[in-house]
């Protein structure tokens, strides 16, 4: 089945006109600011919960999370398209919803989070680092321009700093324990330094190098976030060994009007078999594939149900 024979078919006129009336938004919703994603059966497991084996393919995990680009703008951008030549390439992957911010919570929450645009929400329940932590393994949200010396910070933004691309902060509610793994992306250069890394790692770019600022101009901010990927992997990535590199996007542009939420993803590493995937996978299976790798358990419904991913191992 084709990428357009997959699109949502159910969405229809209310997409179209809140199209017409966001043209100007940052993220594209439904008539609440929120649409679902139709999740590919063949990315889902016959049976709930159960893991692969052959675990851990990996002693770290980074993730770092651009923001919406069309997979074909994407993959045709020359650095881009040498990355997923140098990793494993997945064709047919999907983000979850749109807004960008239920993305974000899904991808560590493995849940489905209804947010409407923009607007910031406090959510309880576990997340992947809350697994980690029961389990003695580390983690951390290193995040671009995050403010110093103000403690945990949990508003909006503040100048190209943004809440919403910065997932763990909406678990946060208040308890300075939550918010001590969120750190300034100055951190993540310290501890590489010092060989340090956590076992898990979030990688939130700020507005500057996200791929999705000027919003009126996406192939400007495409062609801003691929360059700072190229700077930000030649400076780290012959540290990073045995570490799992996802580079993703949180979700598709969708000015064309085609809801499938095609969307580029790449891993990277020792550990992956450069090629093309064409296997179909979402946010969740990315989750549940970490989970299973450091042996912490599902962390939702979304990922537990999810097929991890294992044809990419060397």
Avoid at 44 to 69: M, Y
Avoid at 190 to 206: C, E, I, M, N, T
Wanted: hydrophobic fraction near 35%; include cysteine.
């Amino acid at each position: 089945m084709g990428r357009r024979d997959r699109v949502i078919r159910g969405c229809g006129f209310a997409c179209v006109i809140v199209t017409l009336l966001c043209s100007g938004c940052v993220s594209v919703g439904g008539p609440l600011g929120f649409i679902q994603t139709a999740v590919d059966p063949d990315s889902r497991q016959r049976q709930c919960g159960s893991t692969a084996s052959g675990w851990p393919r990996f002693e770290r995990v980074l993730i770092i999370v651009f923001e919406n680009q069309n997979f074909e703008d994407v993959i045709n951008d020359y650095r881009f398209q040498a990355l997923a030549k140098d990793g494993a390439s997945f064709t047919h992957f999907q983000g979850l919803f749109h807004p960008s911010y239920s993305n974000y919570l899904a991808m560590v929450s493995g849940r489905k989070i209804v947010t409407h645009f923009d607007s910031q929400v406090n959510v309880e329940g576990p997340t992947i680092g809350d697994r980690l932590a029961a389990k003695q393994k580390t983690w951390k949200n290193y995040t671009e321009g995050y403010p110093k010396g103000l403690g945990c910070f949990t508003g909006d933004s503040l100048d190209r700093y943004t809440r919403k691309h910065v997932p763990f902060m909406s678990f946060v509610n208040g308890k300075k324990e939550r918010c001590e793994p969120i750190a300034n992306a100055e951190e993540f250069e310290k501890d590489v330094r010092a060989g340090s890394l956590p076992h898990y790692a979030f990688y939130s770019p700020d507005l500057d190098h996200d791929g999705h600022d000027p919003v009126g101009h996406p192939r400007a901010g495409l062609g801003k976030a691929a360059r700072w990927l190229t700077g930000f992997l030649k400076q780290y990535r012959p540290s990073l060994k045995n570490t799992l590199v996802v580079v993703t996007f949180d979700e598709s542009r969708n000015d064309d009007g085609v809801f499938d939420n095609h969307i580029y993803t790449v891993f990277l590493g020792d550990m992956v078999k450069p090629g093309e995937y064409d296997t179909p996978y979402n946010h969740y299976n990315v989750l549940a594939t970490v989970a299973d790798n450091f042996g912490v358990g599902r962390v939702g419904d979304g990922d537990s149900c999810a097929v991890p991913i294992e044809e990419v191992w060397r």
